[in-house]
């Protein structure tokens, strides 16, 4: 029968055009490249295979898919005629920086440093410009580059950036030219230039020609670009899912490409890895894209999704966006995730511009580790939004101002940011926000029992109503002279009806940086240990182990007597922030055979392709099953796959299989049967080959030593 262990599918697409509600599709290990369609389903399951890796891989090889050959063009520089639209180039599965400057690179982590490898604007060095115009400092007219034409990433928004299309260039006094953005500031402008060919002057640099589909690119000198595993990111999304509800993504990875869902109700993607999984459209020769077009890991109208047990790694933009109002977009979950290396360039992003961003309501963000992060702001998930238990540090590198947690005036009521470490940066840590002067209706958030250290700001409260109570915040301030807990009383007003009990900081005042005594907070003020008040020494000191990340005070401390700060003395368990979920450089994607006790082994290989050898045919038969009984590329080309389940077997398990690197797409086999018989048949018959295998092997050995035993005996008695 067609999806069955002896007639695989060829494919995920395949398995589900004879797929129906309730189905689960489980996939064998290979590398995927194919485009998933799911519309109109209710209950689907894909997953993984138990033990298998499955990759879903959204680059193709440009000399082996894209059948492209490298030439050697003008200024050392070579190209390759892919005639497909390409905006991601990978060589060995690592990343290559388009070309860009100032130069930055990916493999020191050099593009998140804004300070040393962005341009810079004249304005605040006693320059003057309006919105659509930059001044360079100097070193742009030095290069000899004519930016016209260039893409230019213009970080002119304190915590907004954008991209825009250089339209004209004043040499005598180093002025660019683009099309104007909103929010202009007139402070801290940094920029690169992107998107011309011109720019490619290093090795691993490249540009795509988008009219005439080239890839230009620079090697190091007497490499032969043809001879390398050169890849091109083509395709946005894998699995594309729309007006369905209750679809559960499990156990895969993902490199170069990511999912979408739209209008969904309880879709689930968890305990996958994705890798790579969204970059800009700029290298396609576009400026200022479209937020609602941005390809990006995103659920759009979707209610009671949840992201879990997964990790996101090396994007240029968000790592998560929902898009939706609150009617349609509501109670979605980010639990025990990891997000590391977020958003290169910050540019064009919705809202706020931030990490992860939920448009909706009523949402939960809980149990998660973010760290090395571009955008200023991190976290923006809504009204009424859910934080609990995240650990979140190095954050906001290539904008200024923003925040951790962000919250806006009317996103304030009901929230709860509660069991946070938020560390190491320079941005404020939770701020309940609001409008410069006049009157501030944010009102109703709880913020408690967080750790906030090393940081500009650990706490800013505008607005009334707020309860903040029991956070410890120590090593604030960076030298900025900010407070560490600010609770803002300005134009007369703001949180008279405040509670600001049991912390413990060592500034803590109704002003952004002046003392307490000369900004006493307002409402309630009980059993703070404010460093502004106390004499007995900084918060940190009173602390038991903070460098290893035990927060408690110390018995008997004014801490501990307080009752202050986000833990108590005795507390033999204390609460952990952060994801379980750790996350790890992708293993190898070289397709090979990865039992080592085969002839043809291969260390390199990270995924296997099902073609092991061995000794002897009884050990290649108990290879085929440990293979899940696939059958080789010869046989399966023979026997295709075509049958369609009848209406009965309604609860039917679709599985796919991917083998050899060649046939990639070809012999993807999919397996259709039942969940239940699959786990117990197939493997008890695994197991049941396996030791079979053994008995009869160790069998052999005894009989031929009895035999031997049998003829030395004879001779003996013989002589």
């Given at each position: 029968?067609?999806?069955?262990?002896?007639?695989?599918?060829?494919?995920?697409?395949?398995?589900?055009?004879?797929?129906?509600?309730?189905?689960?599709?489980?996939?064998?290990?290979?590398?995927?490249?194919?485009?998933?369609?799911?519309?109109?389903?209710?209950?689907?399951?894909?997953?993984?295979?138990?033990?298998?890796?499955?990759?879903?891989?959204?680059?193709?090889?440009?000399?082996?898919?894209?059948?492209?050959?490298?030439?050697?063009?003008?200024?050392?520089?070579?190209?390759?005629?892919?005639?497909?639209?390409?905006?991601?180039?990978?060589?060995?599965?690592?990343?290559?920086?388009?070309?860009?400057?100032?130069?930055?690179?990916?493999?020191?982590?050099?593009?998140f440093d804004q300070t040393n490898n962005w341009?810079?604007?004249?304005?605040?060095?006693?320059?003057?410009?309006?919105?659509?115009?930059?001044?360079?400092?100097?070193?742009?007219?030095?290069?000899?580059?004519?930016?016209?034409?260039?893409?230019?990433?213009?970080?002119?928004?304190?915590?907004?950036?954008?991209?825009?299309?250089?339209?004209?260039?004043?040499?005598?006094?180093?002025?660019?030219?683009?099309?104007?953005?909103?929010?202009?500031?007139?402070?801290?402008?940094?920029?690169?230039?992107?998107?011309?060919?011109?720019?490619?002057?290093?090795?691993?640099?490249?540009?795509?020609?988008?009219?005439?589909?080239?890839?230009?690119?620079?090697?190091?000198?007497?490499?032969?670009?043809?001879?390398?595993?050169?890849?091109?990111?083509?395709?946005?999304?894998?699995?594309?899912?729309?007006?369905?509800?209750?679809?559960?993504?499990?156990?895969?990875?993902?490199?170069?490409?990511?999912?979408r869902t739209q209008g969904c109700n309880g879709?689930?993607?968890?305990?996958?890895?994705?890798?790579?999984?969204?970059?800009?459209?700029?290298?396609?020769?576009?400026?200022?894209?479209?937020?609602?077009e941005r390809w990006v890991s995103r659920m759009?109208?979707?209610?009671?999704?949840?992201?879990?047990?997964?990790?996101?790694?090396?994007?240029?933009?968000?790592?998560?966006?929902?898009?939706?109002?609150?009617?349609?977009?509501?109670?979605?979950?980010?639990?025990?995730?990891?997000?590391?290396?977020?958003?290169?360039?910050?540019?064009?992003?919705?809202?706020?511009?931030?990490?992860?961003?939920?448009?909706?309501?009523?949402?939960?963000?809980?149990?998660?580790?973010?760290?090395?992060?571009?955008?200023?702001?991190?976290?923006?998930?809504?009204?009424?939004?859910?934080?609990?238990?995240?650990?979140?540090?190095?954050?906001?590198?290539?904008?200024?101002?923003?925040?951790?947690?962000?919250?806006?005036?009317?996103?304030?009521?009901?929230?709860?940011?509660?069991?946070?470490?938020?560390?190491?940066?320079?941005?404020?840590?939770?701020?309940?926000?609001?409008?410069?002067?006049?009157?501030?209706?944010?009102?109703?958030?709880?913020?408690?029992?967080?750790?906030?250290?090393?940081?500009?700001?650990?706490?800013?409260?505008?607005?009334?109503?707020?309860?903040?109570?029991?956070?410890?915040?120590?090593?604030?301030?960076?030298?900025?002279?900010?407070?560490?807990?600010?609770?803002?009383?300005?134009?007369?007003?703001?949180?008279?009806?405040?509670?600001?009990?049991?912390?413990?900081?060592?500034?803590?005042?109704?002003?952004?940086?002046?003392?307490?005594?000369?900004?006493?907070?307002?409402?309630?003020?009980?059993?703070?240990?404010?460093?502004?008040?106390?004499?007995?020494?900084?918060?940190?000191?009173?602390?038991?182990?903070?460098?290893?990340?035990?927060?408690?005070?110390?018995?008997?401390?004014?801490?501990?007597?307080?009752?202050?700060?986000?833990?108590?003395?005795?507390?033999?368990?204390?609460?952990?922030?952060?994801?379980?979920?750790?996350?790890?450089?992708?293993?190898?994607?070289?397709?090979?055979?990865?039992?080592?006790?085969?002839?043809?082994?291969?260390?390199?290989?990270?995924?296997?392709?099902?073609?092991?050898?061995?000794?002897?045919?009884?050990?290649?038969?108990?290879?085929?099953?440990?293979?899940?009984?696939?059958?080789?590329?010869?046989?399966?080309?023979?026997?295709?796959?075509?049958?369609?389940?009848?209406?009965?077997?309604?609860?039917?398990?679709?599985?796919?299989?991917?083998?050899?690197?060649?046939?990639?797409?070809?012999?993807?086999?999919?397996?259709?049967?039942?969940?239940?018989?699959?786990?117990?048949?197939?493997?008890?018959?695994?197991?049941?080959?396996?030791?079979?295998?053994?008995?009869?092997?160790?069998?052999?050995?005894?009989?031929?030593?009895?035999?031997?035993?049998?003829?030395?005996?004879?001779?003996?008695?013989?002589?």
């Open positions: 029968f067609s999806g069955t262990v002896d007639c695989p599918f060829n494919s995920v697409m395949e398995a589900l055009e004879v797929s129906k509600n309730g189905d689960t599709i489980i996939i064998h290990e290979g590398v995927y490249h194919e485009q998933i369609i799911i519309d109109n389903f209710e209950n689907l399951t894909i997953r993984v295979a138990e033990n298998e890796r499955v990759v879903f891989d959204g680059t193709e090889s440009i000399t082996q898919d894209l059948n492209g050959i490298w030439e050697l063009s003008t200024n050392n520089i070579h190209e390759v005629e892919i005639n497909k639209n390409g905006w991601q180039v990978f060589v060995d599965y690592e990343e290559q920086v388009p070309a860009r400057w100032p130069n930055a690179n990916f493999t020191d982590f050099s593009v341009a810079k604007g004249t304005i605040g060095e006693g320059g003057s410009y309006s919105n659509g115009e930059l001044q360079d400092t100097g070193k742009l007219n030095l290069s000899g580059i004519n930016p016209i034409g260039a893409i230019a990433i213009l970080n002119v928004g304190s915590f907004k950036t954008w991209s825009r299309t250089v339209t004209d260039y004043n040499l005598s006094t180093n002025t660019i030219s683009y099309d104007s953005v909103p929010n202009w500031k007139t402070k801290h402008h940094y920029y690169f230039l992107e998107g011309k060919r011109e720019l490619i002057d290093f090795p691993g640099e490249w540009w795509f020609d988008n009219l005439e589909k080239k890839l230009h690119m620079k090697f190091e000198s007497g490499v032969n670009p043809n001879d390398l595993d050169i890849r091109v990111k083509t395709q946005p999304f894998a699995f594309n899912i729309t007006n369905s509800n209750n679809i559960s993504i499990e156990g895969l990875e993902f490199f170069a490409t990511t999912f879709c689930i993607v968890k305990d996958s890895d994705l890798m790579y999984p969204s970059t800009s459209k700029r290298s396609l020769g576009i400026a200022g894209e479209d937020v609602d759009d109208s979707c209610t009671n999704c949840l992201i879990d047990n997964s990790s996101f790694a090396y994007t240029d933009g968000s790592a998560l966006e929902f898009h939706g109002a609150a009617l349609k977009s509501n109670n979605n979950t980010v639990n025990n995730s990891h997000f590391e290396y977020i958003d290169w360039s910050s540019s064009d992003l919705i809202g706020l511009m931030v990490t992860v961003y939920d448009g909706g309501r009523d949402n939960t963000f809980s149990n998660n580790t973010v760290k090395n992060t571009g955008a200023s702001s991190t976290l923006s998930i809504g009204d009424s939004p859910k934080i609990y238990f995240n650990n979140i540090s190095n954050t906001g590198f290539i904008q200024s101002d923003g925040a951790v947690v962000q919250m806006m005036m009317l996103e304030q009521e009901g929230a709860e940011i509660a069991y946070n470490w938020i560390h190491n940066t320079e941005k404020y840590g939770i701020r309940m926000d609001g409008p410069a002067g006049g009157t501030n209706i944010g009102r109703n958030a709880s913020v408690h029992h967080n750790v906030l250290w090393n940081i500009k700001t650990g706490i800013m409260a505008k607005g009334d109503y707020h309860d903040v109570s029991n956070n410890t915040v120590f090593g604030g301030g960076l030298d900025l002279g900010k407070n560490d807990i600010i609770v803002l009383f300005e134009n007369g007003e703001g949180n008279e009806n405040s509670s600001t009990n049991n912390n413990a900081a060592d500034k803590i005042a109704a002003h952004r940086s002046k003392s307490y005594e000369e900004h006493p907070v307002p409402g309630s003020f009980i059993d703070n240990y404010n460093g502004y008040q106390e004499t007995l020494g900084e918060v940190e000191n009173l602390l038991s182990d903070p460098d290893n990340y035990d927060f408690r005070p110390i018995p008997n401390s004014m801490l501990d007597n307080l009752s202050a700060g986000a833990y108590d003395a005795l507390d033999q368990n204390p609460w952990q922030a952060g994801a379980e979920r750790k996350w790890e450089m992708m293993k190898s994607l070289h397709r090979g055979c990865t039992n080592y006790t085969a002839e043809n082994y291969d260390v390199l290989a990270g995924i296997n392709n099902h073609e092991c050898e061995f000794e002897s045919e009884q050990e290649q038969d108990s290879e085929t099953d440990l293979n899940t009984n696939n059958e080789t590329e010869e046989d399966s080309n023979q026997n295709p796959n075509t049958n369609n389940e009848t209406e009965e077997d309604s609860n039917q398990v679709q599985n796919t299989n991917n083998e050899t690197e060649e046939d990639s797409n070809q012999d993807q086999n999919t397996i259709n049967e039942t969940e239940e018989d699959f786990d117990k048949e197939s493997t008890t018959k695994l197991i049941e080959d396996t030791e079979g295998s053994k008995t009869i092997v160790l069998g052999l050995i005894i009989g031929a030593l009895m035999i031997f035993i049998f003829i030395f005996t004879l001779i003996i008695k013989r002589k």
